[in-house]
């Protein structure tokens, strides 16, 4: 069974920084991508950040040059670095790993940025 556990949310002032991790009980490179989404209350979750088996990275456009998305493939973890978080950033956050037709999630971790 494929195991995805977060870890780094927390509560933050504005303009401030975390970092997120996602650590996969698989190699991260057997996924066809990884990446962050994230759900505020009474919205859908919407992809934050992608990352493919070959290193190519997407973003959602309310994160473009203030998230980074990045990868330690020894220690099978990505990371989320997230720098000038503004309170819409507030939400939990999931990873996701893609493997062929199969989509993995881990158990979330809450992010709150207050203002």
């Known amino acids: 069974q494929v195991q995805l556990v977060e870890s780094g949310g927390g509560l933050v002032q504005a303009g401030g920084s975390l970092r997120l991790s996602c650590t996969t009980s698989?190699?991260?490179?057997?996924?066809?991508?990884m990446g962050w989404f994230r759900q505020a209350p009474g919205k859908q979750r919407g992809l934050v950040a992608t990352i493919s088996s070959g290193g190519s990275t997407n973003y959602a456009d309310s994160v473009k040059g203030r998230f980074t998305i990045s990868r330690d493939i020894a220690k099978n973890t990505v990371y989320l670095q997230m720098n000038t978080l503004k309170p819409e950033d507030t939400a939990v956050y999931y990873c996701?790993?893609?493997?062929?037709?199969?989509?993995?999630w881990g158990q979330g971790t809450q992010v709150t940025v207050s203002s």
């Open positions: 996701n790993g893609a493997y062929h037709n199969l989509s993995y």
């Open positions: 698989r190699r991260v490179l057997s996924f066809n991508a």
